[in-house]
């Protein structure tokens, strides 16, 4: 079965820190892979997507970047966080068939002071 | 307007009641809608997809989809204090974005 998995769950980091979260999937090849960001009483928010390796489209400009180093691992990235950037970070997958159908990671809530 | 809309809640009903969730969307091209439960601390679950007018039945669940009138519910009959989440309803037109509302908290009473 597939599954996917996402670490830390949890982080404080101070401004100006930067930030590498991880998501890998397993039991699977050639998913589409997705970061989304949640914050507090708001909807999720797509941050980037990637059809494959070195394959990474951004929806919202800001200082975040993510990466696709290989076919099952995703990673999310910041060179220096802001206030801003505090929220649940999650990882979601789907079956490369593009119908919107998202599987989650069991997300990272990232708290910046 | 927003593009996915539902009320924020929170909704409480007794255990046993029939639980009604709206959401309403404002792209018209929009082909596929979902429904994901959250609870406290979570990520979301998907608990139902659906891409054609009309009902669909999972269980306790029935999912309404209306394209005309641009609207999407969810029922759960013989709510349970377990069915206590966030519910976000989310949409699909095609692309490579998934579009979520801001959810509506349920809280079903003992």
């Known amino acids: 079965s597939q599954t996917i998995h996402q670490w830390p769950a949890t982080l404080v980091q101070p401004v100006g820190s930067p930030l590498s979260l991880e998501c890998t999937v397993e039991g699977t090849s050639n998913p589409n892979l997705y970061w989304y960001r949640q914050a507090a009483g708001r909807g999720l928010q797509l941050l980037f997507y990637?059809?494959?390796?070195?394959?990474i489209s951004s929806e919202v400009p800001q200082n975040l970047s993510a990466s696709r180093p290989q076919d099952r691992q995703f990673i999310l990235s910041s060179k220096k966080l802001l206030l801003s950037d505090s929220g649940f970070y999650l990882c979601?997958?789907?079956?490369?068939?593009?119908?919107?159908?998202?599987?989650f990671g069991e997300g990272s809530r990232l708290t910046v002071l | 307007q927003k593009e996915v809309e539902q009320n924020s809640g929170p909704l409480s009903v007794p255990e046993g009641a029939i639980a009604s969730l709206n959401c309403t969307y404002s792209?018209?091209?929009?082909?596929?809608f979902f429904w994901y439960r959250q609870y406290s601390g979570k990520s979301p679950e998907l608990i139902m997809s659906i891409y054609s007018n009309g009902d669909k039945e999972d269980g306790r669940f029935t999912a309404q989809l209306n394209k005309a009138s641009q609207y999407v519910s969810l029922l759960i009959r013989d709510s349970q204090p377990s069915d206590s989440a966030t519910y976000l309803c989310?949409?699909?037109?095609?692309?490579?974005?998934?579009?979520f509302g801001a959810g509506t908290r349920l809280f079903v009473k003992a």
């Open positions: 792209d018209r091209g929009s082909q596929s």
């Open positions: 989310a949409l699909h037109t095609g692309g490579f974005k998934t579009i």
């Open positions: 990637s059809i494959g390796i070195g394959q």
């Open positions: 979601a997958w789907d079956r490369g068939r593009n119908t919107g159908e998202l599987f």
